[in-house]
């Protein structure tokens, strides 16, 4: 109790202090009318309030040498173990709030960390009941982890006290765990974090006058996902970090998405857009405060969820009802990403896309090794019919090529034409309505003129102008 009054007291205390220092200094947010919802320039480093709280009310703790402070010096050997690693991140997410640091300057400087923290003693030791028994396995789960976790707090952090307040709810549910597993050091080190939380949330719910910054999203989500693995040591279930996981479930969750998301759209994995959860919920008409407070008690009940599972009690319908229930909210939030490709998936579009896919490049090969105009017609001609055109017309190299399929009707038939070059061309004719997949369209049409590009140079007219071979043949296949 007496650490938890210490670290609310001084996080109080100290955020305005924080606040107005760096908002003299200009180390501020300023607002852009679309991702960014404040209307006046926000001080954004309230990160340096949080980790200065946490650390001091442990250095008040151990100088008035109470019962837990005696605790604490007992396990002093890990906690200057983690303790760099923790302080890197927070440099990390300070040098990015002053100079913006690139993404990938940003992961190496938390992988860093992460591995630190593994060599400290923070070690995922399984996952879903399967142990790791060797440490090139539980190296690359841990950064995943730990990194994962940090960058999910920090892609939170997008409306006034989500990102503070989600981090409130997972800190005071390890606190409870720890509590029943009687996991006295846990406990300790999460109870200054949810007091630091706590008040910090007085000037960051909204209408927030200071954020977190990254040296408070990252250090906030590096934390968690540290004491999420302690406390998977002692957890009494076999599935190893599925509590933990379901405690952080709104923060992991919405960066899973964005990461689905924006590889299904082609977007950088890194690059920010308003495609979060909470961008979605503001979206369909929740004001900012009932955005934060719906999270919040998606989060709570998650949190009750990975208690019931951390007990080892009802574990598999525990974890069927959260599976279920993250579905259902999916749905709710109306991605049309996930929609698109489940019936993709579910209709055989996606099998035959990739066929198509397959057959493009392959027909690419072919062309490409085609040495004359002859032989470019006779790979054209075996493929036009798989890319659903019913017609084709080539002019090419003082020669003309004609081929059409039977039973075609030239009144249902749209064109489109392929200019080679000033005398060059290619024709293709296709019937409106047919079942082949119409998305390899113009990618067929980029690859001709792609490779046209490259071979025409190379060719000579065989034959003058004025007396043109025409090849007309009629193919004998069925649409």
Same mark, same amino acid.
Not at 43 to 48: E, T
Not at 202 to 208: L, Y
Not at 272 to 276: E, I, K, Q, S
């Given at each position: 109790?007496?650490?938890?009054v210490v670290?609310?007291?001084?996080?109080?205390?100290?955020?305005?202090?924080?606040?107005?220092?760096?908002?003299?200094?200009g180390?501020?947010d300023?607002?852009?009318?679309?991702?960014?919802?404040?209307?006046?320039p926000i001080?954004?480093?309230?990160? $340096?309030a949080? !980790?200065i709280?946490? &650390?001091?009310?442990? *250095?008040? @703790? %151990?100088a008035?040498?109470?019962?837990?402070?005696?605790i604490v010096?007992?396990?002093?050997?890990?906690i200057?173990?983690?303790?760099?690693a923790?302080?890197?991140?927070?440099?990390?997410?300070?040098?990015d709030?002053?100079v913006?640091?690139r993404?990938?300057q940003k992961?190496?400087g938390?992988v860093?960390?992460?591995?630190?923290?593994?060599?400290?003693?923070?070690?995922v030791?399984?996952v879903?009941?399967?142990?790791?028994?060797?440490?090139?396995?539980?190296?690359?789960?841990?950064?995943?982890?730990?990194?994962?976790?940090s960058?999910?707090?920090?892609?939170?952090?997008g409306?006034?006290?989500?990102?503070?307040?989600?981090?409130?709810?997972?800190s005071?549910t390890?606190?409870?765990?720890?509590?029943?597993q009687?996991? $006295?050091?846990? !406990?300790?080190?999460? &109870?200054?974090?949810? *007091?630091? @939380? %706590?008040?910090f949330l007085?000037?960051?719910?909204?209408?927030?006058t200071?954020?977190?910054g990254?040296?408070?999203?990252l250090?906030?989500g590096?934390?968690?996902?540290c004491?999420?693995?302690v406390?998977s040591?002692?957890?009494?279930?076999?599935?190893?970090?599925?509590?933990?996981?379901m405690?952080?479930a709104i923060p992991?969750?919405d960066?899973?998405?964005?990461?689905?998301?924006?590889?299904?759209?082609?977007?950088?994995?890194?690059g920010?857009?308003?495609?979060?959860i909470?961008?979605?919920?503001?979206?369909q008409g929740?004001?900012?405060?009932?955005?934060?407070?719906?999270?919040?008690?998606?989060?709570t009940?998650?949190?009750?969820l990975?208690?019931s599972?951390?007990s080892?009690?009802?574990e598999?319908?525990?974890? $069927?009802?959260f599976?279920?229930?993250?579905w259902?909210?999916?749905q709710? @939030?109306?991605?049309?990403?996930f929609?698109?490709?489940?019936?993709?998936?579910?209709t055989?579009?996606?099998h035959?896309l990739?066929r198509?896919?397959i057959?493009?490049?392959s027909?690419?090969?072919n062309?490409?090794s085609a040495?004359t105009?002859?032989e470019?017609?006779?790979?054209?001609k075996?493929a036009?019919?798989?890319?659903?055109?019913?017609e084709?017309?080539?002019?090419?190299?003082?020669?003309?090529?004609?081929?059409?399929c039977?039973q075609?009707k030239?009144?249902y038939?749209?064109?489109?034409?392929?200019?080679?070059?000033?005398?060059d061309?290619?024709?293709?004719?296709?019937?409106?309505?047919v079942g082949t997949?119409?998305?390899?369209?113009a990618?067929?049409?980029?690859?001709?003129?792609?490779i046209?590009d490259?071979k025409?140079p190379?060719f000579?007219?065989?034959?003058?102008l004025?007396?043109v071979?025409t090849l007309h043949?009629?193919?004998?296949?069925?649409?």
């Open positions: 109790m007496f650490l938890a670290a609310f007291c001084l996080s109080f205390l100290l955020t305005p202090a924080v606040r107005e220092i760096f908002l003299r200094l180390v501020v300023h607002p852009d009318e679309c991702r960014k919802l404040h209307n006046r001080p954004r480093v309230g990160g $340096v949080i !980790a709280s946490y &650390v001091a009310a442990f *250095a008040i @703790l %151990l008035v040498r109470l019962r837990a402070g005696i010096w007992d396990t002093f050997p890990l200057l173990k983690l303790a760099p923790a302080a890197l991140v927070f440099v990390i997410g300070f040098l709030d002053l913006r640091l993404p990938w992961l190496a938390q860093t960390a992460a591995v630190v923290a593994y060599y400290g003693g923070i070690q030791l399984g879903g009941g399967h142990h790791f028994m060797v440490w090139w396995l539980s190296l690359p789960a841990t950064v995943v982890w730990l990194v994962g976790c960058n999910a707090v920090n892609l939170l952090d409306i006034d006290g989500l990102a503070a307040g989600v981090g409130f709810v997972a005071t390890m606190v409870i765990a720890a509590l029943f009687h996991n $006295v050091e846990l !406990a300790l080190a999460t &109870v200054p974090l949810a *007091a630091c @939380l %706590l008040a007085r000037f960051n719910f909204n209408p927030a200071v954020f977190l990254d040296c408070g999203s250090f906030i590096f934390l968690l996902g004491f999420g693995v406390w040591e002692k957890s009494a279930t076999v599935l190893g970090m599925t509590a933990p996981l405690a952080l992991l969750l960066t899973a998405i964005a990461i689905i998301r924006r590889f299904l759209r082609g977007k950088p994995i890194f920010a857009d308003r495609g979060h909470h961008h979605r919920l503001l979206d929740f004001t900012p405060r009932r955005t934060a407070l719906l999270l919040y008690g998606a989060g009940i998650a949190a009750l990975s208690l599972v951390s080892g009690r009802f598999l319908p525990v974890i $069927v009802v599976c279920l229930a993250v259902i909210g999916i709710r @939030l109306g991605y049309i990403e929609g698109t490709a489940g019936r993709l998936l579910l055989g579009s996606f035959k990739l198509s896919h057959s493009l490049r027909f690419e090969e062309l490409f040495k105009p002859d470019c017609w006779v790979v054209l075996n036009y019919h798989e890319f659903g055109f019913h084709i017309h080539m002019q090419l190299a003082g020669r003309s090529y004609r081929e059409e039977p075609y030239p009144s038939i749209w064109r489109i034409e392929i200019p080679l070059s000033d005398h061309f290619i024709r293709l004719g296709r019937e409106f309505n997949p119409q998305n390899t369209v990618p067929f049409a980029d690859s001709l003129r792609k046209f490259l025409i190379t000579s007219l065989s034959e003058p004025d007396s071979e043949g009629i193919a004998s296949v069925g649409r």
